[in-house]
């Protein structure tokens, strides 16, 4: 008799290394539940870590702490600097109630698009502009910034990728 433990199994990883416990990672899934379709160290794409300490609930299985966001790109600035992915995948987080989804493009020449799909414009209108000046405090002015009202195609194995950088640093 198989435990569940032993037929599903959570990793997290730096590239294809396991991190320590507590260290933040990407997130890989093995279930051989499914006889159809199991699924052996898949990258979901999502980050997150695990935790040292047990369950109150006296169970023996490990804890995951949340899940930080969706593996991303970061924003390089001209100068040799760079924004992590994991902060642009927060902007519209006071704004989920009018800002359906996002996401931030950044082109070669380190000009930064965000696209954003609102649910209410009046409220959307007021959204964008806390989110332009908090952005544009952030950079300073070293790139140019604009945002566009249009509807944001899912990609990425069903997922939505947040931030796209078309500079490889």
């Not at 396991?18 to 006889?35: Q, R």
């Not at 052996?40 to 023996?60: A, T």
């Not at 930080?68 to 519209?92: H, M, N, Q, V």
């Amino acid at each position: 008799m198989h435990v569940a433990s032993d037929i599903r199994h959570v990793e997290v990883v730096n590239g294809d290394v396991p991190v320590t416990t507590d260290e933040f990672g990407d997130l890989l899934v093995t279930d051989l539940c499914n006889y159809a379709f199991p699924l052996i160290r898949y990258r979901l794409g999502d980050r997150g870590r695990l935790l040292k300490k047990s369950c109150s609930c006296g169970l023996p299985f490990g804890l995951m702490d949340y899940v930080k966001g969706r593996i991303s790109d970061k924003i390089y600035l001209p100068g040799g600097g760079a924004i992590p992915g994991e902060y642009w995948t927060t902007i519209f987080d006071d704004h989920t109630d009018c800002v359906k989804s996002f996401q931030v493009h950044q082109a070669f020449d380190y000009s930064i698009t965000v696209y954003y799909e609102g649910l209410q414009q009046d409220a959307c209108d007021e959204a964008i502009v806390t989110v332009r000046a908090r952005l544009s405090a952030k950079l300073a002015g070293q790139v140019p910034l604009k945002f566009v009202s249009n509807k944001i195609v899912v990609n990425d194995n069903g997922k939505t990728r947040f931030v796209i950088s078309e500079i490889r640093a």
